[in-house]
T-cell receptor, first 111, second 113 residues
Framework: TQLLEQSPQFLSIQEGENLTVYCNSSSVFSSLQWYRQEPGEGPVLLVTVVTGGEVKKLKRLTFQFGDARKDSSLHITAAQPGDTGLYLCAGAAGTASKLTFGTGTRLQVTL | NAGVTQTPKFRILKIGQSMTLQCTQDMNHNYMYWYRQDPGMGLKLIYYSVGAGITDKGEVPNGYNVSRSTTEDFPLRLELAAPSQTSVYFC????????????FGEGSWLTVV
């Protein structure tokens, strides 16, 4: 069973602060996705990274896939209250149709 | 744009009862999935399907059954509900397999008492 551990589990910060969420595994993934989930809704895809060392930016969010494709990070610059939510990483191995989801990081950004 | 539609949104079941969670998608996606999410946790895959007539087990299939008679529909059946099945259930679909964008429904909150 492939496991994806996210840290921290909970994060409460003030508007304008920067933060980084980590997603780690001992397994190699062919691709890794990050989702954000708001209360009462399903997860929504933010980004997919497929190449070791790849960096993708989505406005104030920067995603990085580790060189060995076992880990990833999500960095948010100047967090805003609208960034509040549950952030989930999910890895795909080979041609499998299944994603393994991480344990999640719950972010709260206050004014 | 309907996307992935799940029903019901909320349900309370008594121990031992059975029910079916309905899921339909209008995006002509080949792949469909059922996940469960326990409070404060990530998602665990129950069953998935790569096309009509084909289903396969995920991480936590015990106590559940699925069928995929059409491309659009992927119902999840709970037989003999148990308190351990209290969870939020998400149906999802994607055009192809992992690595493609997966679209999730809004979730079905199930409580077994």
């Amino acid at each position: 069973t492939q496991l994806l551990e996210q840290s921290p589990q909970f994060l409460s910060i003030q508007e304008g602060e920067n933060l980084t969420v980590y997603c780690n595994s001992s397994s190699v993934f062919s691709s890794l996705q990050w989702y954000r989930q708001e209360p009462g809704e399903g997860p929504v895809l933010l980004v997919t990274v497929v190449t070791g060392g790849e960096v993708k930016k989505l406005k104030r969010l920067t995603f990085q896939f580790g060189d060995a494709r076992k880990d990833s990070s999500l960095h948010i610059t100047a967090a805003q209250p609208g960034d509040t939510g549950l952030y989930l990483c999910a890895g795909a191995a080979g041609t499998a149709s299944k994603l393994t989801f991480g344990t999640g990081t719950r972010l709260q950004v206050t004014l | 744009n309907a996307g992935v539609t799940q029903t019901p949104k909320f349900r309370i079941l008594k121990i031992g009862q059975s029910m079916t969670l309905q899921c339909t998608q209008d995006m002509n996606h080949n792949y469909m999935y059922w996940y469960r999410q326990d409070p404060g946790m990530g998602l665990k895959l129950i069953y998935y399907s790569v096309g009509a007539g084909i289903t396969d087990k995920g991480e936590v299939p015990n106590g559940y059954n699925v069928s995929r008679s059409t491309t659009e529909d992927f119902p999840l059946r709970l037989e003999l509900a148990a308190p351990s099945q209290t969870s939020v259930y998400f149906c999802a679909s994607s055009l192809q397999g992992s690595g493609n964008t997966i679209y999730f429904g809004e979730g079905s909150w199930l409580t077994v008492v």
